[in-house]
C-alpha cells in the first residue's frame, strides 16, 4: 500500500523550493540586481511549469 506521508512531504520541500526562487526574485530586485531577477524570475517560471506538467490533475483536465 501507498503512503501518504512520502508525497505530503515531497509537496513541502516543492513549495519549499518555490518558495527559495521567489524570495530570491524578490531580493535581487529590492537590491537593484535586474539582470539576476530576470534570470531567477525565467528558473522560477520554469520549475512552476513543470511543477503543473507532472501535477496529476493538471493532466486529467487535458484529456
Known amino acids: 500500500m501507498l ?3 512520502s508525497l505530503r512531504e515531497n509537496t513541502a520541500e ?3 523550493i518555490e518558495d527559495i ?3 530570491a526574485v524578490n531580493l535581487f ?4 540586481l535586474k539582470d ?6 525565467t528558473i ?3 520549475y512552476a511549469g513543470k511543477k503543473e506538467l507532472n501535477n496529476p490533475s493538471f493532466l486529467e483536465n487535458q484529456l
Do not use: I, P, V
Open 3 to 5: 503512503d501518504n506521508s
Open 14 to 16: 516543492e513549495n519549499q
Open 29 to 32: 530586485e529590492k537590491t537593484g
Open 21 to 23: 526562487l521567489f524570495r
Open 44 to 46: 522560477l517560471k520554469m
Open 36 to 41: 539576476l531577477a530576470t534570470k531567477w524570475d
